[in-house]
Nanobody, 120 residues
Framework: VQLQAFGGGLVQAGGSLRLSCELS????????MGWHRQAPGKQRELVAL???????NYADSVKGRFTVSRDSAKNTVYLQMSSLKPEDTAVYYC???????????????WGQGTQVTVSS
């Protein structure tokens, strides 16, 4: 099982970026997929997540600017980021809460991270 993120880059303040993250490999069940970020010198924080049922949750700092969505058929989660601010600069990590076949436990799988830099 592997998560691979795409779409980071450099953008000016006020601009937009779209991140995507694909889950590959065979899984039995998935509870949610989402995004965290970690800025230099700061702890990793939740940005947004989407459950298997489609419910979403956002950090207060990104509400109204970021939208998380998921393509269930492709096991891919997206993060559309608009009105970007310099304080959004961070490494963005995707994650998924999954259960493998022949296992009774869920665990969190993490992707490799993608850098988002917002210039002022």
């Amino acid at each position: 099982v592997q998560l691979q993120a795409f779409g980071g880059g450099l953008v000016q303040a006020g601009g937009s970026l779209r991140l995507s993250c694909e889950l590959s490999g065979s899984i039995y069940s998935l509870r949610f997929m989402g995004w965290h970020r970690q800025a230099p010198g700061k702890q990793r924080e939740l940005v947004a997540l989407i459950t298997a049922g489609g419910s979403t949750n956002y950090a207060d700092s990104v509400k109204g600017r970021f939208t998380v969505s998921r393509d269930s058929a492709k096991n891919t989660v997206y993060l559309q980021m608009s009105s970007l601010k310099p304080e959004d600069t961070a490494v963005y990590y995707c994650n998924a809460d999954i259960r493998r076949y022949r296992s009774t436990a869920f665990y969190t799988e993490w992707g490799q991270g993608t850098q988002v830099t917002v210039s002022s």
